[in-house]
């Protein structure tokens, strides 16, 4: 089974910075893509962004400019480096990892809080 683990998350002042990880192992299938996800309470999740192995990026258009992706295939890992935080940035952030046949594999999210 695959193991996803996150990490970064904390408590930042708006306008501060984070960047979470996150780490993928144990599949013998390639992985062909990774993503962060975030819910806030009382609203679904959505996508936040996502990169492909070959190096692709995806971005919610409110979020361009202050947050990027990135990833290290070698360690089959991806960063999310948030700048500029915001209150509404406030969510818990999920990782999936996504196999050449599809299967999802979720981290277990990481609280970020952002305080006016």
């Known amino acids: 089974q695959v193991q996803v683990v996150e990490s970064g998350g904390g408590l930042v002042q708006a306008g501060g910075s984070l960047r979470l990880s996150c780490a993928a192992s144990g599949t013998i299938f390639s992985i062909e893509h990774m993503a962060w996800y975030r819910q806030a309470p009382g609203k679904q999740r959505e996508l936040v962004a996502a990169?492909?192995?070959?190096?692709?990026?995806n971005y919610v258009d409110s979020l361009k400019g202050r947050f990027t992706i990135s990833r290290d295939n070698a360690k089959n890992t991806v960063y999310l480096q948030m700048n500029s935080l915001k209150p509404e940035d406030t969510a818990v952030y999920s990782c999936?990892?996504?196999?050449?046949?599809?299967?999802?594999?979720w981290g277990q999210g990481t609280q970020v809080t952002v305080s006016s």
């Open positions: 999936v990892a996504s196999d050449v046949l599809g299967r999802r594999y």
């Open positions: 990169i492909t192995s070959g190096g692709s990026t």
